[in-house]
């Protein structure tokens, strides 16, 4: 029996409003929580052996797309309690400002690729999220591997290595994208709600959109094992609107 494994999804650390935005303050305080539970942090890399062979919960820290902020805002945060993260990288719009389907407005600013490796060498892992964030179940399979093809090729000349872990943006695949997936990475995570387990599929693992969690307090019920209720009702409200179109 293997452990399980939280992943937690955050995009943006700043106090604009809507839920890819955590403000600095919440995300702080949902790190020493974090801290103070004393559960393990681990990186992607070690996900699949913890929910294969692990035992207990450990926690996964993941940020989609890149921004700047989180450089600026959530590293030194993260250095502070010894935590990791994966960032999920739009490779071709690296050092540019975020420009797809229902982006922020103002568009918020990307990390360079000199922040990014700077960022490797401080410990901080990077995986792909396509080149130019595409709703990857919206396009032809061949268009499909062009992004992931392209993004694994751009990081690989930037940063040295090809990524072994992915996460489409939206959250957005199917299965034939998701073998696409399989002849590339290790992992994807998506954007179902849920805590990993042994038996999820690896190339479509859920994770925790932490701006569900921006009372502390629900927060700290999560990680002391009681949100299960939660969690729930969280799921409920969202097949509701999808139902609506909402």
Same mark, same amino acid.
């Given at each position: 029996?293997?452990?399980?494994?939280?992943?937690?999804?955050?995009?943006?650390?700043?106090?604009?409003?809507?839920?890819?935005?955590?403000?600095?303050?919440?995300?702080?305080?949902?790190?020493?929580?974090?801290?103070?539970?004393?559960?393990?942090?681990?990186? =992607?890399?070690?996900?699949?052996?913890?929910?294969?062979?692990?035992?207990?919960?450990?926690?996964?820290?993941?940020?989609?797309?890149?921004?700047?902020?989180?450089?600026?805002?959530?590293?030194?945060?993260?250095?502070?309690?010894?935590?990791?993260?994966?960032?999920?990288?739009?490779?071709?719009?690296?050092?540019?400002?975020?420009?797809?389907?229902?982006?922020?407005?103002?568009?918020?600013?990307?990390?360079?690729?000199?922040?990014?490796?700077?960022?490797?060498?401080?410990?901080?892992?990077?995986?792909?999220?396509?080149?130019?964030?595409?709703?990857?179940?919206?396009?032809?399979?061949? !268009?499909? !591997?062009?992004?992931?093809?392209?993004?694994?090729?751009?990081? !690989?000349?930037?940063?040295?290595?090809?990524?072994?872990? =992915?996460?489409?943006?939206?959250?957005?695949?199917?299965?034939?994208?998701?073998?696409?997936?399989?002849?590339?990475?290790?992992?994807?995570?998506?954007?179902?709600?849920?805590?990993?387990? !042994?038996?999820?599929?690896?190339?479509?693992?859920?994770?925790?959109? =932490?701006?569900?969690?921006?009372?502390?307090?629900?927060?700290?019920?999560?990680?002391?094992?009681?949100?299960?209720?939660?969690?729930?009702?969280?799921?409920?409200?969202?097949?509701?609107?999808?139902?609506?179109?909402?």
């Amino acid at each position: 029996m293997g452990g399980t494994v939280d992943i937690l999804m955050y995009h943006a650390i700043d106090d604009a409003d809507g839920p890819t935005s955590i403000a600095p303050q919440v995300f702080a305080d949902q790190m020493a929580a974090l801290a103070d539970s004393g559960l393990p942090v681990i990186g =992607m890399d070690d996900v699949r052996h913890h929910l294969a062979h692990g035992t207990g919960r450990a926690v996964s820290i993941t940020f989609d797309d890149g921004f700047q902020d989180f450089a600026d805002r959530a590293v030194p945060v993260l250095e502070r309690h010894g935590f990791g993260a994966m960032v999920y990288l739009v490779s071709g719009l690296v050092g540019g400002k975020e420009n797809w389907a229902h982006c922020h407005t103002p568009p918020r600013r990307l990390m360079g690729w000199d922040t990014i490796r700077s960022l490797r060498k401080r410990g901080f892992d990077f995986g792909n999220h396509t080149c130019t964030h595409v709703n990857l179940a919206e396009h032809p399979l061949g !268009e499909v !591997e062009d992004q992931l093809d392209l993004a694994q090729n751009q990081i !690989e000349a930037e940063l040295g290595f090809r990524p072994q872990h =992915m996460a489409p943006p939206y959250g957005a695949s199917n299965a034939a994208v998701r073998a696409l997936f399989a002849d590339r990475f290790d992992t994807s995570v998506g954007v179902r709600l849920g805590v990993a387990r !042994e038996g999820d599929d690896r190339f479509d693992l859920p994770r925790l959109e =932490m701006f569900y969690f921006t009372d502390i307090r629900r927060w700290r019920d999560e990680l002391a094992g009681r949100g299960a209720s939660y969690l729930a009702a969280r799921r409920v409200a969202r097949r509701v609107r999808q139902s609506l179109g909402v």
